[in-house]
């Protein structure tokens, strides 16, 4: 059985960064793809990043502007998501999962194995 465990969130002031962690346990993480969402209060679950295992990529939300890196060490097996220059519009519970399916999307719906999330707060 796959789990997920995040940590690394937090108060942080606008401008600030965080790293975020996802440890992966039950499976090698190399044969993974594995995303990064978020949701706020009263919002929709978003996709922040996905990562995918056979192609090496690594796609970003719009709103990520180039401010956030998504990265793991397989050895570790380990997803880090380092998030820099935040917002207060980035304040959200911070979810990794697993693509059931093998490969990246944007609906949550094809992933699983969700984490307990990860709250950060972008405040002054």
């Known amino acids: 059985q796959v789990q997920l465990v995040e940590s690394g969130g937090g108060l942080v002031q606008p401008g600030g960064s965080l790293r975020l962690s996802c440890a992966v346990s039950g499976f090698r993480l190399d044969y993974l793809t594995i995303a990064w969402f978020r949701q706020a209060p009263g919002k929709e679950r978003d996709l922040v990043s996905c990562s995918s295992s056979n192609l090496g990529t690594t796609i970003y939300a719009d709103f990520v502007e180039g401010r956030f890196t998504a990265s793991r060490d397989n050895a570790k097996s380990t997803v880090y998501l380092e998030m820099n220059d935040l917002k207060p519009e980035d304040t959200a519970v911070y979810y990794c999962?697993?693509?059931?399916?093998?490969?990246?999307?944007?609906?949550?719906?094809?992933?699983?194995?969700w984490g307990q999330g990860t709250q950060v707060t972008v405040s002054s």
């Open positions: 999962a697993r693509a059931l399916y093998g490969h990246c999307s944007r609906s949550q719906s094809d992933f699983g194995f």
